[in-house]
C-alpha cells in the first residue's frame, strides 16, 4: 500500500447537553478528522485532541500543526506503507501522542478496508457487543444530577461514572446511591482535581461501594497516587497519568493503579493500547476504554478495542447520541445496555458525506 496523503477536516459537532468537568465546560466538539489516501483506498483517523491543553498538553490547532510540519512529512521520508511503520517513523517525535495516534488509526483503516478486515478481528476481539458505561457531568444542583442519572439508567446504560470536583463529590455520590440504590455500577472521576492532602476526604467515598476513583491526582504524581491507595480502599484507577506501556507498567509495579482506564489517542495509539491491555491482563490489572466524547468514527474503534479479553469493566462507551443529535457515521444505538462491535472491512462505518460537509469548518489536503 502506497500513501498518496492526508486530508486533515476539522468538524464541529454541537453537544445534545453541556458537559462539564473539573477543568472545562464542552458545549461543541471540534473534532479534527484525518483521512489517510493511499492507492488502495482510503482510511479514517479521529484525533482526540480538546480545543486546549486542558485535559492533556495537546491541543487540535497543535495536532494539527505537528502533523503538517514534521509527521507526515516523516511518514513520507520513511516511505511508511503500514500501520506499525507510522510508530516507528514518529517514535523519534517526543509527545503529541494524540496526533500520532489519529495517524496510525487512518493508515490502520485504510490497511484493514483493503484487505477486508475488520479492526476488531485486527485487535483481537472475543465478544460481539460490549456493555455501555456513562459519563455524566458537573451539574448546577443534585435534582439536576439525580434527573440526567435517572435518564440514563432508565435508557439501559449499564454503568454511571460521576464526574467529581472538589465541592461536588461526596454529597453528589451519596445522593445518587440513595436514589438508584446499591446496585447501580458506579464511579467517579476527578481529572486531577485533588491532591494527597485530599487522602482524609476521599476516603470517605469508600463507604459508597464505587468500582474506582479515576485519576484523583496529578497526571505525573505517581507517587501520590500509591500513597493515597494505601488510605483510601475504593481502588485507584489512571487515567491521564497512563501516557504508554511503559508508564502502565511502571504504575502497576508502585501500587499506583488497580484498574486502568485505556484511550488509545492519548497513549498514542490502538496498537500501544493492545500493549497496555496485555500488560494489564498479564498483572492480573482490570481494564476498560475511556473515551473522548468520539463521533461514529473514532467510537468505531473504541467499541472494537472494548471487545477483547481483559476490558472487563464496563468502558465510557456510551451511544451516539449520548453526545450528539447527528452522529457523522450511521448512529451507534444502544441495544440492552450493548453496543454491537462493528464487523465490517476496518472501523466498519464511514463518515455520511452530506453530514460531513454540512458540519465541517475547514479541510486541507497534504500531499506525500
Ligand atoms: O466519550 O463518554 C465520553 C467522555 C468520557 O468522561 C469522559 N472523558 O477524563 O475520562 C475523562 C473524560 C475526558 C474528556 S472530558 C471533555
Ligand atoms: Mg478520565
Given at each position: 500500500?502506497?500513501?498518496?496523503?492526508?486530508?486533515?477536516?476539522?468538524?464541529?459537532?454541537?453537544?445534545?447537553?453541556?458537559?462539564?468537568?473539573?477543568?472545562?465546560?464542552?458545549?461543541?466538539?471540534?473534532?479534527?478528522?484525518?483521512?489517510?489516501?493511499?492507492?488502495?483506498?482510503?482510511g479514517w483517523g479521529e484525533c482526540v485532541t480538546l480545543p486546549d491543553p486542558l485535559y492533556s498538553p495537546e491541543y487540535a490547532d497543535g495536532a494539527v500543526d505537528v502533523m503538517k510540519r514534521f509527521f507526515i512529512p516523516a511518514l513520507a521520508a520513511a516511505g511508511v506503507s503500514d500501520a506499525p511503520g507510522v510508530g516507528h517513523a514518529l517514535y523519534?517525535?517526543?509527545?503529541?501522542?494524540?496526533?500520532?495516534?489519529?495517524?496510525?488509526?487512518?493508515?490502520?483503516?485504510?490497511?484493514?478496508?483493503?484487505?477486508?478486515?475488520?479492526?476488531?478481528?485486527?485487535?483481537?476481539?472475543?465478544?460481539?457487543?460490549?456493555?455501555?458505561?456513562?459519563?455524566?457531568?458537573?451539574?448546577?444542583?443534585?435534582?439536576?444530577?439525580?434527573?440526567?442519572?435517572?435518564?440514563?439508567?432508565?435508557?439501559?446504560?449499564?454503568?454511571?461514572?460521576?464526574?467529581?470536583?472538589?465541592?461536588?463529590?461526596?454529597?453528589?455520590?451519596?445522593?445518587?446511591?440513595?436514589?438508584?440504590?446499591?446496585?447501580?455500577?458506579?464511579?467517579?472521576?476527578?481529572?486531577?482535581?485533588?491532591?494527597?492532602?485530599?487522602?482524609?476526604?476521599?476516603?470517605?467515598?469508600?463507604?459508597?461501594?464505587?468500582?474506582?476513583?479515576?485519576?484523583?491526582?496529578?497526571?505525573?504524581?505517581?507517587?501520590?497516587?500509591?500513597?493515597?491507595?494505601?488510605?483510601?480502599?475504593?481502588?485507584?484507577?489512571?487515567?491521564?497519568?497512563?501516557?504508554?506501556?511503559?508508564?502502565?507498567?511502571?504504575?502497576?509495579?508502585?501500587?499506583?493503579?488497580?484498574?486502568?482506564?485505556?484511550?488509545?489517542?492519548?497513549?498514542?495509539?490502538?496498537?500501544?493500547?493492545?500493549?497496555?491491555?496485555?500488560?494489564?491482563?498479564?498483572?492480573?490489572?482490570?481494564?476498560?476504554?475511556?473515551?473522548?466524547?468520539?463521533?461514529?468514527?473514532?467510537?468505531?474503534?473504541?467499541?472494537?478495542?472494548?471487545?477483547?479479553?481483559?476490558?472487563?469493566?464496563?468502558?465510557?462507551?456510551?451511544?451516539?447520541?449520548?453526545?450528539?443529535?447527528?452522529?457523522?457515521?450511521?448512529?451507534?444505538?444502544?441495544?440492552?445496555?450493548?453496543?454491537?462491535?462493528?464487523?465490517?472491512p476496518g472501523l466498519g462505518v464511514s463518515p455520511i458525506q452530506e453530514v460531513l460537509d454540512e458540519l465541517t469548518t475547514s479541510v486541507e489536503w497534504v500531499h506525500i
Amino acid at each position: 500500500m502506497k500513501l498518496e496523503g492526508f486530508e486533515l477536516r476539522r468538524v464541529a459537532m454541537p453537544l445534545v447537553s453541556p458537559f462539564r468537568t473539573s477543568f472545562s465546560t464542552q458545549t461543541e466538539r471540534d473534532i479534527l478528522l484525518v483521512r489517510a489516501v493511499t492507492d488502495e483506498g482510503e482510511g479514517w483517523g479521529e484525533c482526540v485532541t480538546l480545543p486546549d491543553p486542558l485535559y492533556s498538553p495537546e491541543y487540535a490547532d497543535g495536532a494539527v500543526d505537528v502533523m503538517k510540519r514534521f509527521f507526515i512529512p516523516a511518514l513520507a521520508a520513511a516511505g511508511v506503507s503500514d500501520a506499525p511503520g507510522v510508530g516507528h517513523a514518529l517514535y523519534p517525535y517526543k509527545g503529541h501522542r494524540m496526533a500520532k495516534a489519529a495517524l496510525e488509526m487512518a493508515v490502520l483503516d485504510a490497511e484493514l478496508r483493503a484487505e477486508g478486515r475488520s479492526f476488531a478481528r485486527e485487535l483481537g476481539s472475543v465478544h460481539s457487543s460490549v456493555p455501555c458505561g456513562v459519563s455524566v457531568g458537573i451539574m448546577n444542583s443534585i435534582p439536576e444530577l439525580l434527573d440526567a442519572v435517572g435518564g440514563y439508567l432508565d435508557a439501559g446504560y449499564v454503568r454511571i461514572k460521576l464526574k467529581i470536583e472538589p465541592g461536588w463529590d461526596i454529597e453528589a455520590v451519596r445522593a445518587v446511591r440513595e436514589k438508584f440504590g446499591d446496585d447501580v455500577l458506579l464511579q467517579v472521576d476527578a481529572n486531577t482535581a485533588y491532591t494527597l492532602r485530599d487522602a482524609r476526604h476521599l476516603a470517605r467515598l469508600d463507604d459508597f461501594d464505587l468500582l474506582l476513583i479515576e485519576q484523583p491526582l496529578e497526571e505525573e504524581d505517581i507517587l501520590g497516587h500509591a500513597e493515597l491507595a494505601k488510605i483510601v480502599k475504593t481502588p485507584i484507577c489512571l487515567d491521564e497519568s497512563i501516557t504508554s506501556a511503559q508508564t502502565a507498567a511502571a504504575a502497576i509495579r508502585l501500587g499506583a493503579t488497580q484498574v486502568i482506564n485505556i484511550k488509545p489517542g492519548r497513549v498514542g495509539g490502538y496498537l500501544e493500547a493492545r500493549r497496555i491491555h496485555d500488560i494489564a491482563a498479564a498483572n492480573g490489572i482490570a481494564v476498560w476504554c475511556g473515551g473522548m466524547l468520539e463521533s461514529g468514527i473514532g467510537r468505531a474503534a473504541n467499541v472494537a478495542l472494548a471487545s477483547l479479553p481483559g476490558f472487563t469493566l464496563p468502558g465510557d462507551v456510551s451511544a451516539s447520541d449520548r453526545f450528539y443529535r447527528t452522529d457523522i457515521t450511521a448512529p451507534f444505538v444502544m441495544k440492552d445496555g450493548h453496543l454491537d462491535v462493528p464487523a465490517g472491512p476496518g472501523l466498519g462505518v464511514s463518515p455520511i458525506q452530506e453530514v460531513l460537509d454540512e458540519l465541517t469548518t475547514s479541510v486541507e489536503w497534504v500531499h506525500i
